[in-house]
């Protein structure tokens, strides 16, 4: 924070701070006062710069806004996790239908149909030995 020629907040930084606190607070003048322990009359001097702003009723707005943005932080993350999870829910319900209508099938039945597949193939790979050293025994007796 910038400080003017006497180590105290500009009043430009005064207000910037106050913009957020009615912004991200929800409140006005009237209440902020409130919670700061103060008149609407007196903040709005400081605003205007007819007062100076003490580092104690700074801090508590600065705090204020603070512990505000941590807790919408908090509160949007939820509500991600929320909404993941939902997704997460609607898709396993998509993913059983599917299954119980036939459309798709588990992974571990698949690995278990190409493992039969493969054993298959092996077992069509030895018949035809079998039927070619047949014909060729046949054929060396004729």
Do not use: C
């Amino acid at each position: 924070m910038g400080l003017n020629r006497n180590g105290m907040k500009t009043t430009q930084e005064f207000a910037s701070l106050l913009g957020k606190a009615y912004a991200t607070l929800g409140i006005r003048q009237k209440e902020l006062a409130a919670r700061l322990g103060i008149s609407p009359g007196y903040l709005s001097d400081m605003k205007n710069g007819n007062r100076q702003v003490s580092d104690e009723v700074f801090g508590k707005i600065a705090d204020m806004v603070g512990e505000a943005t941590i807790r919408e932080r908090r509160e949007a993350e939820s509500g991600i996790e929320e909404l993941l999870q939902a997704g997460a829910n609607a898709f396993t319900k998509e993913l059983l239908r599917m299954m119980e209508a036939k459309q798709i099938a588990p992974y571990s039945l698949l690995v278990e149909k190409d493992n039969e597949i493969a054993r298959l193939n092996q077992t069509i790979g030895q018949l035809k030995q079998e039927i070619e050293q047949l014909k060729n025994g046949g054929n060396d007796g004729k």
